[in-house]
Nanobody, 122 residues
């Protein structure tokens, strides 16, 4: 069974930084493109950053709202995915999730962890 465990969220002031981490089971992290998603109440979950399956020379892509401030990275040996978040803004407040790109599925459903809450406020 797929398990995705996010951590690293918290309360931070505008302009501050956080580093999110995600740990999952082996193959999904080593051979699949991965991504960070976020969801705010009243909004659909959105993809904010994604990365290809390799660690050296990996290709990354970011939504315009976070480009230049967030950096996604992965370690396929340790099966971890990270998101370095700098210059945080109140609008970055959301629950952040990691998953494949596209999200991992079983039958007709999708696997999602509990996510980690990021709150940017003074």
């Amino acid at each position: 069974q797929v398990q995705l465990v996010e951590s690293g969220g918290g309360l931070v002031q505008p302009g501050g930084s956080l580093r999110l981490s995600c740990v999952g089971s082996g193959r999904m992290f080593s051979i699949n493109p991965m991504a960070w998603y976020r969801r705010t109440p009243g909004k659909e979950r959105e993809l904010v950053a994604k990365i290809t399956s390799i660690t050296i020379g990996a290709s990354t892509k970011y939504v315009d709202a976070v480009k230049g401030r967030f950096t996604i990275s992965r370690d396929n040996v340790k099966n971890t995915l990270s998101l370095q978040m700098n210059s945080l803004k109140p609008e970055d407040t959301a629950v952040y999730y990691c998953n494949g790109d596209p999200p991992f599925t079983y039958g007709t459903g999708e696997y999602w962890g509990q996510g980690t809450q990021v709150t940017v406020s003074s």
